[in-house]
């Protein structure tokens, strides 16, 4: 069984800075890439950021990039999710994933593990 635990997530005002953290656990799977993921209430999820675990090669979200900053400890297989310069807009559960392709690292439907999501709430 493979399982992902995220924290970090919480209330901050617009502007501020949040950090999320998402560590794996578990047998009989390969990391290709590790990945963030969101949802706000009423729409869909939407890719956010994601990382090569072979490389550290990044790429972020048009909506998120220059703000965001993803990161990974291959040792502890957690990667983590520096957010700077918040706005109401990325309210939303946040959601850690593994994947198993680099090619498609934007593809949700190639993330196979997903944690339970964590809340981040961005008052204005």
């Known amino acids: 069984q493979v399982q992902l635990v995220e924290s970090g997530g919480g209330l901050v005002q617009a502007g501020g800075s949040l950090r999320l953290s998402c560590a794996v656990s578990g047998r009989g799977f390969d990391i290709f890439a590790m990945g963030w993921f969101r949802q706000a209430p009423g729409k869909e999820r939407e890719f956010v950021a994601t990382?090569?675990?072979?490389?550290?090669?990044?790429d972020y979200a048009d909506s998120v990039k220059g703000r965001f900053t993803i990161s990974r400890d291959n040792a502890k297989n957690t990667v983590t999710l520096q957010m700077n310069a918040l706005n109401p807009e990325d309210t939303a559960v946040y959601y850690c994933?593994?994947?198993?392709?680099?090619?498609?690292?934007?593809?949700?439907?190639?993330?196979?593990?997903w944690g339970q999501g964590t809340q981040v709430t961005v008052s204005s």
């Open positions: 990382i090569s675990w072979s490389t550290g090669d990044t």
């Open positions: 994933a593994t994947g198993r392709s680099w090619t498609w690292r934007r593809v949700e439907r190639l993330y196979n593990y």
